[in-house]
């Protein structure tokens, strides 16, 4: 389920201190109750799904088309001159040194703490981090949230992340979050 951004914008999160000059694009709340103790899970799940792969037609189709496309284009080749950018160099080194899950590729781990695990892409279109975050909710339940912040490169990326926005929201983010949900379920012991 989709939120409002406040519910990312409130919590003093780490990559809100070394990204302030993203925006936040997105931020969904993640079909996975837990304890306290569960965020290592879903960090697991998480850097362990592939997203074409284990995801219905439509969505293996519009990752295959954007990844032709991005291809020909040249959007996904590191840009020319200076190494790329990354959000790393801003972290602490206690922060740094933490073992952190690997993201799958096209990203690359940031940082992971008790609560939060970021990564990081970055190409001709965006320098983008996706977010997740182990929040507990008002009922005393936990549960992750998803949020995605960007900072488009130049007019290319602008448009780029207005053109695929639509396809975000009603075809690879649901698709994604039955997905997540289905495997946090069968992670979870049969009851008794």
């Not at 409002?4 to 000059?21: K, S, Y």
């Not at 694009?25 to 290592?40: C, I, K, N, R, Y």
């Not at 940082?111 to 990081?120: G, N, P, R, S, V």
């Not at 983010?173 to 997540?180: E, G, I, N, Q």
């Amino acid at each position: 389920m989709r939120l409002p951004d406040t519910e990312h914008t409130t919590r003093p999160w780490l990559i809100t201190e070394i990204a302030p000059e993203f925006r936040l694009e997105d931020v969904w709340a993640l079909p996975t109750p837990g304890t306290a103790d569960d965020f290592p899970c879903l960090v697991e799940q998480f850097t362990s799904f592939n997203p074409v792969g284990h995801s219905p037609a439509i969505v293996r189709a519009l990752f295959a088309i954007r990844f032709a496309i991005g291809g020909v284009l040249g959007w996904d080749n590191p840009r020319q001159g200076d190494p790329p950018p990354t959000l790393r160099d801003r972290l602490d080194a206690g922060v740094k040194d933490r073992p952190a899950a690997t993201a799958p590729a096209p990203f690359s781990t940031l940082y992971q703490t008790d609560d939060e695990w970021a990564a990081e892409i970055v190409n001709r279109t965006v320098h983008g981090v996706l977010h997740l975050s182990w929040v507990q909710t008002p009922s005393g339940e936990y549960r992750g949230q998803m949020a995605v912040l960007v900072k488009p490169n130049g007019l290319l990326g602008a448009l780029y992340m207005t053109a695929i926005t639509p396809f975000r929201y009603l075809i690879v983010y649901p698709a994604m979050l039955r997905t997540l949900e289905r495997q946090w379920r069968q992670r979870l012991p049969a009851p008794r």
